[in-house]
């Protein structure tokens, strides 16, 4: 982002919410889709949300939407944040922009900040899980009935993110198997859709400072949509690495699942059930497929990298985290019962 980009880009700010007084954006690191950064008037705080500079993939990074989502969604879920405006002005900004309330609270990562204990693990896992369910359940107004695109969620998804990663296929590197697992075993599309939000984990979720284990709010909504609930819940079981899984994937894990006394995967799902009261007595289609859109989205960053359209160094080792996510995709579907 260029000083002349920010510059004008804050005076707009300074405008929409008629700040007295300097107002400084500053970025927040940690994420690696879309940029975020942190408004500032001394006495007040809100989030700038935007998308990275460069060619994206189609649909990708597409702020305008998630910001309609979001007012569309404003008061029919407790953990959604409040937008503000958009701003969709190229004379002010080269890409769209939009503002958010500033959720307060503990941000999880890679491992658990020292306040947690080991008892209080399957109380965080719980909360994580009925948050996502409780998404799920949110009654859709006509707005948000606009994100359905009606039935065939489920090959839409599979056939939209096959087309993704071949047109960033890596040349030393295929997927075929994989692909083809997918289309021969896809389920049934009858069940109810409902709002997902297609990358929930721990990372982007915000939890009380004074209940630890509690969730206060949620975030990253780019890739929420109306389709099947259960594949939302194979999005979250990509990232749901456990203790006694392989070595090489315990290495690119990105949430704390493999601490002592977590819940598995296994347990995931069969919470999820319980609150939901669907019944699923196989779940490998959805967990492969959530493999496999994790790896895309990461070969589509390491593209960038590759291209030059990124420096990022966190992105240098992104191939290498596409060929573990490829090699376990395999490893499951030649253990797979479906």
């Not at 069940?191 to 939000?197: K, P, Q, V």
């Not at 070969?299 to 990124?310: H, S």
């Not at 966190?314 to 090699?327: A, E, H, N, S, V």
């Amino acid at each position: 982002m260029s000083n002349n980009n920010l510059d004008t880009l804050i005076l707009e700010l300074q405008h929409q919410f008629s700040l007295s007084g300097q107002a400084t954006l500053t970025p927040l690191t940690g994420g690696v889709s879309n940029l975020t950064y942190c408004l500032t008037d001394g006495d007040q705080q809100w989030i700038v949300r935007t998308s990275p500079p460069g060619t994206k993939a189609r649909g990708a990074h597409d702020m305008a939407r998630e910001y309609h989502l979001l007012k569309a969604l404003s008061g029919r879920y407790d953990f959604s944040p409040t937008v503000y405006f958009l701003i969709d002005d190229t004379a002010i900004f080269p890409r769209p922009v939009y503002v958010m309330q500033a959720i307060s609270g503990i941000e999880i990562h890679k491992n658990l900040p020292n306040l947690y204990r080991t008892e209080d693990h399957p109380a965080l896992c719980h909360s994580l899980i009925q948050a996502q369910q409780q998404l799920h359940e949110v009654p859709l107004n006509q707005k948000l009935k606009e994100f359905n695109k009606g039935r065939g969620y489920i090959k839409r998804q599979i056939d939209g993110w096959i087309k993704r990663f071949q047109r960033v296929q890596p040349r030393h590197q295929h997927a075929d198997g994989i692909i083809s697992w997918l289309q021969q075993n896809l389920p049934d599309d009858t069940r109810s859709y409902t709002l997902i939000h297609n990358d929930f984990k721990f990372d982007n979720l915000i939890f009380d400072q004074h209940s630890p284990t509690r969730v206060n709010g949620v975030l990253d909504w780019e890739m929420a949509t109306v389709g099947d609930p259960l594949m939302d819940l194979g999005c979250s079981l990509a990232y749901w690495i456990e203790a006694d899984d392989h070595p090489t994937l315990q290495a690119i894990r990105t949430q704390p699942t493999t601490a002592d006394n977590m819940l598995s995967r296994d347990d995931y799902v069969q919470e999820y059930c319980r609150l939901s009261g669907l019944t699923l007595d196989n779940y490998d289609f959805y967990y492969v497929y959530g493999l496999f859109r994790l790896m895309v989205i990461v070969q589509q960053i390491f593209y960038r990298y590759e291209k030059g359209q990124t420096d990022d160094p966190r992105f240098k080792p992104f191939g290498q985290i596409r060929d573990i996510l490829i090699q376990h995709s395999q490893q499951l579907i030649g253990d797979s019962h479906v």
